[in-house]
């Protein structure tokens, strides 16, 4: 037999067989397109926050104190914590190729009512150095924070235009009334809006909810006695900064010192980690269905066993037989993988659209998920088809 009479054969035993055929292409294709889905999805998100973490700026350090559970991540440093205050502002901008350094509070959570609305979000206290640091916080309307402001504030773009109101709420030279609970004790506060900032659009690290006011004004309404959360720290240039974070390292004990890059690598660890354990939940039903394949394929074989004599008896050899039944598992394999691969962008892009998130469509991937479906289909094939291809034709004749 010619390839193309094996093909041509397989291809009528599929449609032959179209019931169970379908089954098994179900089977496959739920499989490609939860993996082709669950992957998309988390490349574009590993897409998006590399694309907001690139957006801090090339010569940006945050400094934090200690780490993830008190240690350093980046340094395994101590399990100790630093308190970090205007002395170790103070020695950090001493470093040379230090250009800006930015002591930032955060963390303090704050109410206020609009129209009837009650509104809740973060607020942050800096300098007005807390602009040169961060790049791409721009502000389109009023301006940014003064050396010498207070009781002022600089707010997102969402803060003056929630996501619920047609029309612009906040503009800049509004009152803004904020409540928080300190130490117990509810308090009020009276913001003046000087600037709104451009809508960036992003979910990581976004300026699109913030509320931005002067670093005394924080601490004497959070009463945080001159303790900042993290230091923001510029490099005179991008080049300096790998030396830049290696002095504040060794000069200062107990801190994290993150910068774009390192902060990229572990987002990229995490992400991919994610990527991994949602991609083997997803092969999990391609296993299944692979074992439905063998199922599937072994009463095909059954079947088809005098059908297999009469092709001995003409001539057909055992590689002709193993090639025919391989050919039907491949052709299930591409089907499924091009509808599975197919259908799990399209929901991708479905649920990319309802939480906001772009997802990655790129061919490479598809042509990966088929191509596992194959190897999928295949090596479940092996056996059926390894089986039919070893029957002895007088016994497949004399088969009822």
Same mark, same amino acid.
């Given at each position: ?40 999805? +988390?490349?574009? &998100?590993?897409?998006? /926050?590399? *694309?907001? !973490?690139?957006?801090? #700026?090339? $010569?940006?350090?945050?400094?934090? @104190? ?119 004790? +509810?308090?009020? &506060?009276?913001?003046? /809006?000087? *600037?709104? !900032?451009?809508?960036? #659009?992003? $979910?990581?690290?976004?300026?699109? @909810? ?191």
């Amino acid at each position: 037999m010619n390839l193309g009479d094996i093909i041509g054969s397989a291809w009528n035993g599929v449609k032959s067989r179209k019931f169970r055929f379908a089954l098994n292409l179900i089977g496959i294709l739920i499989g490609c397109a939860a993996i082709t889905g669950l992957i998309s999805l +988390t490349q574009g &998100l590993s897409s998006n /926050v590399s *694309g907001q !973490l690139s957006s801090l #700026g090339a $010569s940006t350090i945050t400094i934090t @104190s200690g780490g993830f559970g008190g240690g350093n991540p980046f340094q395994g440093g101590s399990t100790a914590t630093r308190v970090l205050d205007y002395k170790v502002v103070n020695q950090i901008s001493k470093i040379p190729d230090v250009s800006y350094t930015v002591p930032v509070d955060s963390g303090g959570s704050v109410s206020y009512s609009i129209n009837g609305k009650t509104y809740y979000h973060s607020i942050t206290g800096s300098t007005d150095d807390y602009f040169k640091a961060n790049p791409s916080i721009e502000v389109v309307a009023g301006r940014a924070l003064l050396r010498s402001d207070t009781g002022v504030a600089v707010i997102g773009d969402e803060i003056a235009q929630p996501p619920d109101s047609t029309s612009q709420i906040i503009n800049v030279g509004d009152r803004l009334k904020v409540t928080a609970t300190v130490n117990d004790v +509810t308090k009020q &506060l009276t913001l003046r /809006v000087v *600037g709104i !900032l451009k809508r960036t #659009g992003g $979910s990581f690290g976004s300026s699109d @909810s913030a509320i931005i006011i002067p670093l005394t004004t924080f601490d004497q309404f959070f009463e945080k006695n001159g303790k900042y959360s993290s230091i923001q720290v510029l490099a005179s240039s991008p080049d300096k900064i790998d030396a830049v974070s290696q002095k504040i390292k060794d000069s200062i004990t107990n801190l994290s010192v993150i910068t774009a890059a390192t902060a990229q690598a572990l987002v990229t660890n995490i992400l991919g980690t994610i990527q991994a354990v949602l991609g083997g939940i997803a092969a999990i039903s391609l296993v299944v269905a692979g074992v439905g394949i063998i199922n599937t394929m072994t009463i095909s074989v059954l079947e088809r066993t005098k059908e297999i004599g009469v092709m001995k008896a003409l001539g057909a050899k055992a590689r002709d037989i193993l090639i025919l039944f391989l050919s039907e598992a491949i052709l299930t394999g591409i089907i499924g993988g091009i509808i599975g691969a197919a259908l799990g962008f399209a929901i991708s892009i479905v649920a990319g659209n309802i939480i906001g998130l772009a997802p990655s469509v790129n061919l490479s991937l598809g042509l990966i998920v088929v191509g596992f479906s194959v190897v999928t289909c295949v090596v479940s094939g092996i056996y059926p088809a390894w089986h039919a291809a070893k029957l002895s034709p007088v016994e497949a004749l004399r088969h009822e």
